[in-house]
């Protein structure tokens, strides 16, 4: 009875420690340190959450910058890669479909690989400065717009990966999107981007 009581005792302390303990530190902890990124990076216009700078969503309007295709349809609940070979006859469809869409294609240009092939998590927010730039175009012809003046946009919204010590320049497609949008209705008046077809 004795090794019971102290097994249970044991096994409370754990629960306690591991399951509620350690997760409200780690709460409190980012809460204080990085409070936008422990909340989802959220991004709010006019009171109403308009998507996550964190979390990939499905962007189709050719005024707007696109995202890395999704094997989950963009779906947080259920991320995962497709694992399709670059051999697969979908990944060349993919690239075809691009190549035919008027005002896409820069200057006889490849499709950059992450515009045909879906990432690991289907969620990546962010497009390589390529990848963005190669649809600036597209993005200029639908809204009306100087191609060089999108292409400086995006340019400008580009980031370095990982403090700049390695990998390509990144655009985060939803703040490009609500930049894009800002340029049409500098008051901010839309509100929420156009995710939709």
């Known amino acids: 009875m004795r090794d019971l009581r102290t097994s249970l005792v044991f ?3 754990t629960l306690a420690l591991c399951a509620v303990a350690y997760p409200a530190a780690l709460w409190l902890l980012a809460h204080g340190l990085v409070p936008e990124s422990a909340e989802g990076s959220l991004v709010e216009r006019d009171g109403v959450v308009v998507g996550s700078t ?15 295709p999704s094997a989950v349809g963009w779906n947080a609940a259920a991320t ?12 060349a469809e993919r ?3 691009l190549l035919e ?3 896409l294609r820069v200057g006889g240009a490849p499709v950059p690989a992450e515009l045909v092939l879906a990432s690991g998590s289907g969620l990546d927010p962010h497009v390589t400065i390529e990848a963005a730039l190669y649809q600036a175009p ?6 009306g717009l100087p191609p060089e003046g999108v292409a400086d946009l ?3 919204l580009s980031r370095d990966p990982g403090a700049g010590l390695a990998g390509q320049r990144l655009v ?3 703040e490009a999107n609500l930049a894009l949008d800002a340029l049409d209705d500098p008051e901010g008046a839309r509100g929420r981007p156009g995710t939709r077809r």
């Open 154 to 156: 995006l340019t400008a």
């Open 95 to 97: 690239a075809a479909e």
């Open 138 to 143: 597209r993005i200029a012809a639908a809204r």
């Open 172 to 174: 985060n497609v939803l």
């Open 11 to 13: 096994a409370a302390l």
């Open 54 to 68: 964190r979390i990939a969503q499905e962007f189709t309007r050719p005024g707007y910058l696109w995202p890395r």
């Open 80 to 91: 995962g890669g497709s694992n399709l070979s670059p051999a697969n006859p979908a990944i």
């Open 101 to 103: 869409r008027p005002g």
